[in-house]
């Protein structure tokens, strides 16, 4: 089945320490999100890539950064997490800015 | 942005319709309304949208108010894998506006509890 994949499911880092999460797909769609999903909360939009162009919400915080290598692959980039930046984080993919949205299964990040 | 209003969270019984509301009063003519579901530690998946006309899928149906003020979204037999927090979200119609503007505003959406 074609579908959003995120690595790992569950990561743990330290305090300042650089993490990088991971998403692939294999839905051939150009448009590859990211989310923030704090406890209790709604998701949140960080960024998103139309194809090889990225696309930045004005309040997502210098410390996000990402990457797109290729269409199958997408990574979230966090430079020095706090302890603030702990939350699931949501990968979806779309196959324009207008279609519904397909969202991988998170990967929860615990900042120690 | 529109915004949406939904309850904080509903019950159903099992095998029994849900009818979950949305009041979106500052709708404006172009924006569609979209219903996305999340089940408890997954993320959130697409179930149903709509512009005027009630809409149905395999999932469920979206009924829209005639002035378009509010919706609902109707799970007709729910089951117990049908827990999980609804948002109801207000997209632009593509045509009318850049896809900047496109994107899922997720609100606090609807928590609903299925009891065997």
């Known amino acids: 089945d074609a579908m959003v994949i995120q690595n790992p499911r569950y990561q743990v880092t330290q305090f300042g320490k650089p993490v990088t999460l991971s998403c692939s797909q294999t839905?051939?769609?150009?448009?590859m999100y990211w989310y923030q999903q704090k406890s209790s909360q709604a998701p949140k939009l960080l960024f998103h890539?139309?194809?090889?162009?990225?696309?930045n919400e004005a309040d997502t915080p210098d410390n996000f950064q990402s990457r797109r290598p290729n269409t199958s692959f997408c990574f979230l980039d966090i430079r020095s997490p706090g302890l603030g930046d702990a939350a699931m984080y949501l990968c979806?993919?779309?196959?324009?800015?207008?279609?519904?949205?397909?969202f991988g299964p998170g990967t929860r990040l615990t900042v120690l | 942005d529109a915004k949406t209003t939904q309850p904080n969270s509903m019950e159903s019984n099992e095998e029994e319709p849900v009818h979950l509301p949305c009041n979106h009063s500052?709708?404006?003519?172009?924006?569609?309304i979209h219903w996305y579901r999340q089940l408890p530690s997954q993320g959130p998946e697409y179930v149903i949208h709509?512009?005027?006309s009630n809409v149905n899928n395999r999932m469920a149906s979206l009924a829209i108010a005639e002035d378009r003020k509010s919706s609902t979204l109707i799970l007709h037999r729910a089951t117990l894998r049908d827990a999980a927090v609804y948002y109801c979200?207000?997209?632009?119609?593509?045509?009318?506006?850049?896809?900047?503007?496109?994107?899922?505003?997720f609100g606090t959406g609807t928590l609903l509890a299925v009891q065997p």
């Open positions: 979806a993919t779309g196959q324009t800015l207008y279609n519904e949205q397909f």
């Open positions: 839905l051939n769609h150009n448009v």
């Open positions: 890539y139309y194809d090889k162009d990225f696309n």
């Open positions: 500052t709708i404006s003519g172009t924006d569609y």
């Open positions: 709509g512009l005027t």
């Open positions: 979200i207000l997209r632009p119609d593509p045509t009318m506006y850049g896809g900047a503007t496109n994107k899922l505003i």
